[in-house]
């Protein structure tokens, strides 16, 4: 059999979407809506706080399209940490406004391919728990690697897939700068085999960069891909305009 990588795991990762409900939301009061958003940015800031002193991160993105609206993506240093956060989220006023549009539930992962620094290397460890971009854009996709007939990773010997996923990241490096990609590892926690987050200053990037990894043998050959979300970055001070109807 083919032997399985080692790989370093790091936080604990949900992404979060949802869908507002638009139309509850614009029958309450004024002070209600008030009172629910204030609550919420009273939230944004205790998360804040726990990315500030390096316990976990977070973002919040717009969803352009019907698929959602809104994009969380949240990281703790356990997986109770993240459904006490959720569930903290859930009891808030403002959740009752949202309906659940996806959820994705995964770990970040390095696998131990290539070269490698030492596990307790800083910059493995900043890797590991990645205090996340803020930039203008955000990508999320979950995917597999294929296990059909001839096309199964899984069957491929360790150098051949450590020489595919090498030829993978000569491509991902062009990208240096434009695109900051997070793996995450979702084996026995989802759907799908990996989470790819990307952030990138200018959306095209995102098109740019899943387009011509389609051409890298590991891409081509081997994966399989599931939803494609895309959104806006949403800081705290918009929230309020976000929101007002
Ligand atoms: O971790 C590293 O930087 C070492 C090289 C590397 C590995 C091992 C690397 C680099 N990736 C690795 C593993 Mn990647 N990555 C993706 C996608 O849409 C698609 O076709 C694929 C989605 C993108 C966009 C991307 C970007 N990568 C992986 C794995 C795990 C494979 C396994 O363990 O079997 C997946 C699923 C995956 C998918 N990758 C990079 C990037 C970028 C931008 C880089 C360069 C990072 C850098 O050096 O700065």
């Excluded at 790989?7 to 009061?29: A, E, N, P, Q």
């Excluded at 808030?92 to 596990?119: D, H, N, T, W």
């Excluded at 990037?205 to 043998?217: A, G, H, N, S, T």
Aim: with cysteine; aromatic share 14%.
């Amino acid at each position: 059999a083919a032997e399985a990588v080692e790989t370093l795991d790091g936080w604990y990762c949900l992404h979060d979407l949802r869908t507002i409900d638009w139309t509850s939301w614009k029958m309450v009061s004024d002070e209600e809506r008030k009172s629910a958003v204030d609550e919420f940015k009273d939230l944004l800031t205790k998360w804040e706080s726990v990315e500030a002193d390096e316990n976990g991160s977070h973002v919040l993105y717009k969803v352009v399209g019907q698929k959602a609206d809104l994009m969380f993506m949240f990281l703790r240093p356990t997986m109770n940490e993240l459904t006490d956060m959720e569930t903290e989220f859930n009891k808030s006023k403002f959740a009752e406004f949202l309906k659940p549009a996806y959820s994705y539930v995964s770990v970040v992962e390095l696998s131990k391919y290539g070269p490698q620094r030492p596990a307790d290397d800083p910059r493995t460890l900043e890797r590991l728990h990645p205090i996340l971009p803020k930039w203008e854009h955000m990508c999320f996709y979950p995917m597999d690697k294929r296990r059909q007939g001839e096309e199964n990773w899984y069957s491929l010997d360790f150098k051949e897939r450590a020489k595919l996923l090498y030829e993978h990241s000569k491509t991902g490096r062009k990208y240096a700068g434009e695109v900051k990609q997070v793996i995450t590892g979702s084996f026995g926690f989802d759907d799908w085999e990996w989470g790819v987050t990307l952030f990138a200053h200018d959306v095209l990037q995102l098109k740019k960069i899943v387009y011509e990894m389609r051409f890298d043998e590991v891409s081509a050959k081997y994966g399989e891909f599931g939803e494609f979300f895309v959104g806006n970055h949403l800081p705290k001070e918009d929230v309020s305009p976000y929101l007002s109807v």
